[in-house]
T-cell receptor, first 113, second 111 residues
């Protein structure tokens, strides 16, 4: 069964450093999402991406965040200058153009020191 | 100030009993809902969905009920098994884009 994959599974970084989180969505999916989940809290929407552009973003997704689909399979989330409060699980999700169900990857646990 | 984690509602059931997990959603314009299951250290896993033009939908061992009048969603799990132990989230969606997740309920199945 196809699934969303994410790398790395864990990332530790120093405050102020840049990180890139990678996702490979399900191959025939056209809509891509990033969510985050701070430990013990609810899953929060960050951004949605379709047709090579951002279609919606939340207040969390400020100028330090960016997304990119560099090739036909990868979807990345870049955090330019990480802050302590960026420590969270980051989930990528994808869906087909005709469907509504979003399928989630296993997440990347980011720890900013 | 420092943020603190949310205290999750918890539900403990005996193996073999039925479980009912409830969720209140916020937006009356939401037209699509999903129940997700999240095991420790993993991403949300789709369980069952329902559109706003339905009141009930059944899957394998799971049933979702939607009451739009009071903006309430429930997930019923029949014959609960130890593998059902997880945090369960409802998520609401408007017009197919982002999902808004609830705070979750932690289900513990006692063997």
């Amino acid at each position: 069964e196809p699934e969303v994959t994410q790398t790395p599974s864990h990332q530790v970084t120093q405050m102020g450093q840049e990180v890139i989180l990678r996702c490979v969505p399900i191959s025939n999916h056209l809509y891509f999402y990033w969510y985050r989940q701070i430990l013990g809290q609810k899953v929060e929407f960050l951004v949605s991406f379709y047709n090579n552009e951002i279609s919606e973003k939340s207040e969390i997704f400020d100028d330090q965040f960016s997304v990119e689909r560099p090739d036909g399979s990868n979807f990345t989330l870049k955090i330019r200058s990480t802050k302590l409060e960026d420590s969270a699980m980051y989930f990528c999700a994808s869906r087909t153009s005709g469907g509504e169900t979003q399928y989630f990857g296993p997440g990347t646990r980011l720890l900013v020191l | 100030g420092e943020s603190v984690g949310l205290h999750l509602p918890t539900l403990s059931v005996q193996e073999g009993d039925n479980s009912i997990i409830n969720c209140a959603y916020s937006n009356s314009a939401s037209d699509y809902f999903i129940w997700y299951k999240q095991e420790s250290g993993k991403g949300p896993q789709f369980i069952i969905d329902i559109r706003s033009n339905m009141d009930k939908r059944q899957g394998q061992r799971v049933t979702v009920l939607l009451n739009k009048t009071v903006k309430h969603l429930s997930l019923q799990i029949a014959a609960t098994q130890p593998g059902d132990s997880a945090v369960y989230f409802c998520a609401e969606n408007i017009a197919g884009n982002q999902f808004y997740f609830g705070t979750g309920t932690s289900l513990t199945v006692i063997p």
